[in-house]
């Protein structure tokens, strides 16, 4: 089978999963219905490997084309090289984990079919994004992504009491994304513009082949929408505030799509278009500081939450902060080595928490948790493993993904290496904060969930052990050149390969010793981090304190900032004001006058026309006369 | 006197009896003035040299229509005391109608032009315009005569039919 | 003899054109005016009899006897319909005790 049929293949199945389930899931029973879509998760993942390994140079695969005129064509057309593979195993690698673990986290649900219908459609829509060859799939998987998260993100929204918050937080999201999406569309239409087609191959070769000259306005106009629309789908700054309420969805959603999968859409859409961005130095400064402001908003305002899931999404929100840094200094493979060992270790500890949750029957709030260590061994043991490497707990290999983009940092500037230290030192802290919480210490939640608690099925146990075992090993991909001789940066090399742009980047490896001693500094970063944590949480047993004992920093950090109230204020209220005055000028007065007054004009009318009606023979006659007389009078002035 | 002045003076008393028709108070006069204007218009047949239409119109017109009117006059009992009048509004209106449509007519009318100047060839002979009448009558337009009488047949039935009295039912 | 050509003898044509338009414009006045329908259905007669009086004019003139078969049957119509109007009179008489056609207004609106 070659790559030409493998790849349609990969779309195929999750396609068919999700259209199966979709149609006839009602009346499957839920094993069956579940195993269905994992089962199609699971063989995209097989078709993948099998691709991945038979992939030499890139492939294109022509489907049909959409449009094709003279000046615009734009096509169905899928693009196999490394990137967009590697892509494609993260996707369906993690989605078929995350598939597996909801059959078991889902099991009590109604809408069973439902949710698996969902996913299915998700992972397709993601895989398009990432498989296509030019902009328009991209744009295509994009929304198709958009929406299946506003479902799967309000996927709860007929329940009792939180039913309505779904709903709202699905639509923060889907709206936040909106504005992204305009971003993007706008610098798709620039694109066309400029370039007169929308795919990769093409726009690659005029910017690097034919060395065709853009105006740095233009280009900067470009890469600006494409980073805009990467900040709705990635979570910056200011597009953020979506991410942390979309923990209102189910915790396997959770995990799929924020922190795996959607909210990486943005930062591949970067690597892709790499040959762009470095024409245009001035968004990869924006980027860059853009990134650093929210890794570093996101993790301050991480460490006084007390939701478990609140305190992980705002942990994605900061790692991907730390992403678009190492885009913005062009560190692509290193930005892509980061994002496979976080899709890794941030889907355990999602998946972890959904355990957790699991066990103590939907309690989120860390405050009423404590003491799982003993009593719920497999996940506490995946959580910590998926804590340590988030720290970048030496040789996990979270280590060594944050070490090369600090590495990064520290040639390109020291200052930036220290305020990027600052947010990996958060990092560490709010982590452990959580963890030691959480697991250690006495239970402080009623009897009754205490007497519930047991630990996770097998559909959700293997997931937690199969990604844990890829925290601690993921390392492997990208090890830096002084721990082997010969086959290091084995990821970057096998991504710049054959990814258009990128081996012309191809970063720097720094020289031996600088690493060595990086690599220390971050090493007691972490374990003194750890420490700290220990001391405080485990040790004195510290709680975290009622809401309203909050001041200062505390609460800052609690309030989140007051980020969404200030949204509120300067955005939703006016658009609020001004489409109630629009409905009562437009619609109330204009419109309704209108309908209205012509209906009463006819009437008018038709009162003034129904006075000729007298009924009486005479003037009817008299009219008669005057139309003959007229008639007459026609004839003869016109002749 | 020649012809043109005998034919100007029976213009003038056809057009002066046809006012009194309409002007006139009492509908019993009205219907008086209406058989003289009858007997004023067969004058100017018998002066056109259509003798047999003037006869014709005499009898049939003042003879039998105008006897009709009468008939249902008097049955009707009208008298010029309950006599309606209109409007001065319309009198008005329908003087300037009805002028307007004579000028507008005439306007139309004055100017044409004879295409055939005085033909008169068969006119010579003055007893046989009945004859030729006749023959016109029973050859080319035999059709149209047939159908009139079915015409009057309906035209009787109608009217006795419409003038019936509905059966009272006396109980 | 005196009756024969009288349209060589002086008499115009136009002359019979504007008599007759004068009569069918009384005619026309006389229905316009009048309330009563007796008068109302007379000046219809007039207003045909004016007809008549081109039609025979035209038929002396072009010396063809067409016209006065034409007048004949005008002549029939109007005598058919003077019945059925004054039946028809009658009948409004029996039911409204009047003839003023001014009062017979129920298609007003």
């Known amino acids: 089978m070659s790559i030409q049929q493998l790849v349609p293949l990969i779309l195929l199945f999750p396609l068919l999963g999700g259209i199966i389930n979709g149609i006839i899931g009602k009346n499957l029973p839920k094993t069956v219905s579940g195993s269905i879509a994992t089962l199609a998760s699971f063989l995209a993942f097989g078709t993948a490997i099998l691709a991945f390994f038979k992939l030499e140079e890139p492939v294109t695969i022509h489907l049909f084309s959409v449009i094709s005129l003279d000046d615009l064509s734009l096509h169905a057309r899928f693009l196999a090289d490394n990137l967009s593979l590697w892509m ?11 598939h597996l673990f909801s059959m078991g986290y889902m099991k009590h649900d109604e809408g069973y079919y439902k949710f698996f219908t969902y996913l299915n459609l998700f992972i397709f829509a993601m895989l398009i994004l990432v498989l296509g060859s030019n902009y328009f799939m991209l744009f295509f998987g994009w929304e198709g992504v958009g929406i299946c998260s506003y479902f799967l993100i309000g996927f709860h929204y007929s329940d009792a009491e939180k039913g309505m918050l779904n709903g709202l937080a699905a639509r923060k999201a889907f709206i936040m994304n909106r504005i992204g999406d305009l971003g993007l569309l706008i610098g798709l239409f620039l694109l066309l513009a400029q370039f007169g087609t929308l795919e990769y191959g093409e726009i690659a070769n005029k910017v690097l082949v034919d060395k065709m000259s853009v105006s740095s306005w233009m280009i900067f106009g470009i890469t600006i929408c494409l980073f805009i629309g990467a900040t709705g789908k990635s979570a910056q700054i200011p597009l953020f505030t979506w991410l942390p309420d979309a923990m209102a969805g189910p915790t396997p959603v959770s995990a799929l799509i924020h922190a795996a999968t959607m909210v990486t859409a943005g930062i591949f859409l970067v690597v892709r278009s790499n040959y762009l961005f470095e024409l245009a130095p001035a968004t990869q400064d924006i980027m860059l500081y853009v990134g650093l402001a929210t890794s570093l908003v996101a993790a301050f305002i991480a460490m006084r939450q007390n939701d478990i899931k609140k305190v992980l999404a705002y942990s994605t929100v900061s790692q991907l902060g730390l992403l678009f840094v190492a885009l913005g200094m062009g560190a692509y493979t290193a930005a892509m080595f980061h994002l496979t060992t976080h899709a890794f270790f941030k889907a355990l500890l999602f998946l972890g928490s959904g355990s957790v949750i699991h066990a103590l ?40 993904s ?85 086959g290091t940066h084995w990821m970057s090399h096998h991504l710049e390969h054959n990814t258009t742009g990128l081996s012309l980047v191809g970063g720097e490896h720094g020289d031996s010793n600088t690493t060595l001693i990086l690599m220390v500094v971050a090493v007691i970063v972490s374990l003194s981090a750890l420490a700290i944590c220990y001391v405080i949480y485990g040790k004195k047993e510290s709680i975290p304190v009622p809401d309203a004992q909050l001041s200062g920093w505390q609460k800052l950090s609690a309030r989140k900032l007051y980020l969404d109230e200030i949204y509120n204020f300067l955005f939703v ?37 129904k006075k000729w009606q007298t009924g009486r023979v005479n003037w009817y006659i008299l009219w008669m006369v005057s139309g003959i007389i007229g008639l007459v009078l026609y004839y003869l002035v016109k002749i | 006197m020649n012809i043109e002045t005998i034919a100007i003076i029976l213009g003038g008393l056809t057009i002066g009896s046809a006012l009194m028709v309409i002007l006139s108070t009492h509908p019993v006069r009205s219907v008086l003035y209406l058989i003289l204007t009858f007997f004023m218009i067969s004058a100017n047949y018998i002066l056109m040299n259509a003798q047999f239409i003037a006869i014709v119109n005499i009898i049939v017109y003042a003879g039998a229509i105008m006897v009709l009117f009468l008939f249902v006059l008097m049955l009707l009992n009208l008298s010029k005391d309950n006599e309606p009048r209109s409007s001065v509004k319309m009198k008005i209106a329908a003087t300037i109608a009805g002028g307007s ?17 005085s033909p008169l060839a068969s006119t010579t002979d003055d007893q046989g315009m009945v004859e030729s009448l006749g023959q016109l009558l029973f050859t080319d337009y035999v059709l149209p005569f047939e159908i009139s009488s079915i015409l009057f047949i309906s035209a009787m039935v109608g009217a006795v039919l419409l003038a019936k009295r509905e059966k009272q039912i006396i109980d | 003899m005196i009756l024969a050509s009288l349209f060589e003898s ?75 109007g004054l039946s028809i009179l009658v009948l409004l008489y029996r039911n409204n005790r009047t003839v003023d056609i001014g009062l017979f207004n129920k298609l007003k609106g």
């Open chain 3, 10 to 84: 002086g008499v115009s044509v136009q002359f019979y054109i504007v008599l007759s338009t004068i009569l069918f414009a009384i005619g026309v006045l006389g229905v316009l005016v009048r309330r009563n329908a007796i008068i109302v259905l007379m000046s219809i007669e007039i207003m045909l009899n004016a007809v008549n009086l081109l039609l025979v004019a035209f038929s002396t003139y072009f010396g063809k006897g067409d016209a006065q078969v034409f007048v004949f049957f005008i002549m029939v119509v109007a005598a058919a319909e003077a019945t059925i």
């Open chain 2, 101 to 117: 449509l004579l000028t507008v007519l005439v306007a139309a009318l004055k100017d044409t032009v004879m295409i055939a100047k």
């Open chain 1, 573 to 609: 209220r006016p658009v609020e004001w001004l489409s109630e005055k629009g409905y009562k000028f437009f619609e109330i007065t204009f419109l309704n006058g209108l309908v209205l007054g012509l209906a009463k004009g006819i009437g008018f009318s038709g009162e003034l026309v």
């Open chain 1, 402 to 486: 944050k070490d090369e983009i600090l590495g990064h940092a520290f040639h390109e500037n020291i200052g930036l290496y220290v305020i990027l230290m600052i947010s990996v030192i958060m990092t560490a802290l709010y982590m452990f904060r959580l963890y030691f919480v959480v697991f250690h210490g006495k239970f402080r939640g009623s009897h009754e969930v205490e007497h519930h608690i047991h630990e996770a099925p097998a559909s959700m146990s293997i997931p937690l052990v199969v990604l844990a075992v890829l925290s601690v090993i993921g390392g492997l991909l990208n090890l830096p050149g002084i721990f082997l001789k010969g």
């Open chain 1, 361 to 400: 029957s939907d309690e989120q709030d860390i405050r009423l948790m404590g003491g799982l260590r003993k009593k719920i061994p497999l996940t506490h043991l995946t959580f910590l493993i998926g804590t340590l490497a988030i720290s970048g707990f030496p040789l996990l290999s979270g280590f060594y």
């Open chain 1, 88 to 98: 494609v195993l993260i996707i369906t690698g993690i989605g078929s984990l995350i």
